[in-house]
């Protein structure tokens, strides 16, 4: 009976050695499990700082290039009328100042995107496809003439995808600007059809290819921002003179409304 007790006795303590080894082995195991998720959780949130900070870049790179160009376009003009109209003179300095000031206020707003998360007082509102027109008519104002139209039902965008509208006319815009030549006309157009939305800009110039500025912006800029999301973007000289850009993104079908079941 002895012999039996001891060897239940021998035989528990074995597997209690065996039970505590399998749990340290299982707790190591854990801890590092837990160390990998903390490490790949680190580097999801480097990458994902890092693609912020690249779309920061792009963003201010839009607002520093159409500023300008809006700013060297009034500032020729302002110098060529001063001798012999100064209320346009007046009136192209007074423009500067508006954009500028407008500018000014955006970077300000792209900046504190860069502080931390917990500021949320530097964050302003972004741009989206309701603000083209106000987009158009602070073009129209930096001596550009420009109309816009819209045809079709207006439907809510994303709001990345209203961004991208927004600064993909701000960039076709600009082109113009720099390419178009002496006195160009320019046109917009945002069309709503129940699939996509199309946004086109295009001038009657003498249809210089828009081109990047040396920083990977331009052209490319404005496919990738369709790309993202979904959509396409073409451009280039269009039949009879002037260059065209085409943006187009697709757009959520709505689901048809449930029924009740006796209808």
Request: proline fraction near 5%; charged fraction near 20%; glycine fraction near 12%.
């Amino acid at each position: 009976m002895v012999w039996i007790l001891a060897a239940v006795l021998v035989a528990a303590a074995a597997a209690a050695g065996v039970l505590g080894v399998r749990l340290r082995r299982a707790r190591a195991r854990v801890a590092a499990l837990e160390a990998q998720l903390a490490r790949d959780t680190e580097a999801e949130r480097a990458l994902a700082a890092a693609a912020e900070r690249a779309r920061i870049a792009r963003e201010m790179h839009d607002v520093v290039a159409h500023t300008l160009s809006v700013v060297v376009a009034q500032a020729d003009g302002g110098r060529f009328a001063a001798a012999h109209e100064p209320e346009a003179a007046t009136r192209a300095l007074g423009t500067i100042g508006e954009v500028g000031r407008s500018a000014l206020a955006e970077m300000r707003s792209l900046l504190g995107l860069l502080r931390d998360a917990d500021d949320e007082a530097a964050l302003g509102p972004q741009p989206s496809i309701d603000d083209i027109p106000a987009l158009v008519a602070s073009t129209r104002d930096g001596g550009l003439d420009v109309s816009f139209v819209t045809t079709g039902t207006p439907r809510p965008l994303p709001i990345g995808a209203g961004l991208a509208l927004y600064r993909v006319a701000q960039e076709a815009l600009t082109n113009v600007l720099k390419h178009a030549g002496p006195g160009p006309q320019a046109y917009v157009q945002l069309t709503w059809e129940p699939a996509a939305v199309h946004l086109s800009v295009s001038d009657d110039g003498r249809g210089a290819a828009a081109r990047d500025d040396g920083d990977g912006q331009g052209l490319a800029g404005m496919r990738e921002r369709a790309t993202v999301f979904g959509g396409t973007l073409s451009a280039g000289p269009r039949a009879g003179g002037g260059y065209l850009v085409r943006a187009t993104l697709p757009l959520r079908t709505a689901e048809p409304a449930p029924t009740a079941a006796g209808d």
